[in-house]
């Protein structure tokens, strides 16, 4: 359904950089729910740590159910990769739960974003160009329409059945022309 909060969720380590998310929630003077695990105990408590308060709060490692429940009430989800990433999960996790995107245009991230509906991409780093997304984007992102467009898209491209069926395209695929390379001239 949406909600009035941000979300920002993966592994707590300094290249997925949510001290970036927090910035850019105070920028919008909107709360912010941080969750997933700590991968990296000393940035989690002398980077992230200190920036945690009634704006900024950390959920911790959630089960699917409860991370699932988490994205889908919230307004808009931040990615904030700081490395290239080659596949990031967050976009194709909060679309699946009609949850819009924000995120730093890395890596793999452009071609998740060019087959997706409610997911916006910004440079590198520019939280100052995030922050305008999120408040461009946030109109939309408590109308139920749209929420189901974003899901819609996402299932249509990231789900499990629409993974599985590419595959077996490709591998039908390759077994007919292995097939073919082998028959004899």
């Known amino acids: 359904p949406g909600g009035d909060d941000l979300v920002w969720f993966g592994r707590i380590v300094p290249e997925k950089a949510p001290h970036l998310a927090v910035a850019v929630a105070r920028s919008l003077g909107r709360r912010l729910t941080i969750a997933g695990r700590v991968g990296d105990r000393a940035y989690a408590d002398d980077v992230l740590g200190p920036l945690l ?3 900024v709060t950390l ?3 959630l089960t699917p159910h409860e991370l699932a ?3 889908g009430r919230s307004a808009v989800a931040l ?4 490395w290239a990433e080659p596949f990031g ?10 949850t819009p995107v924000v995120g730093f245009a890395v890596g793999g991230v452009p071609e998740i974003a060019a087959a997706s509906v409610g997911m916006r991409l910004v440079g590198a780093g520019d939280v100052a160009a995030m922050a305008d997304a999120v408040a461009e984007i946030w109109p939309q992102a408590r109308d139920p329409r749209f929420r189901r467009a974003v899901r819609g898209r ?4 990231f789900s499990l059945d629409a993974r599985t069926s590419a595959l077996e395209e490709i591998f039908a695929s390759l ?3 292995a097939a073919r390379a082998e028959l004899p001239a």
């Open 79 to 82: 990615a904030t990769p700081a």
């Open 89 to 98: 999960l967050v976009g194709p996790e909060a679309l699946m739960c009609g």
């Open 175 to 177: 077994s007919t022309r």
């Open 59 to 61: 959920a911790g490692e």
């Open 154 to 157: 996402a299932v249509e491209r």
């Open 53 to 55: 308060g009634d704006d």
């Open 69 to 71: 429940a988490l994205v």
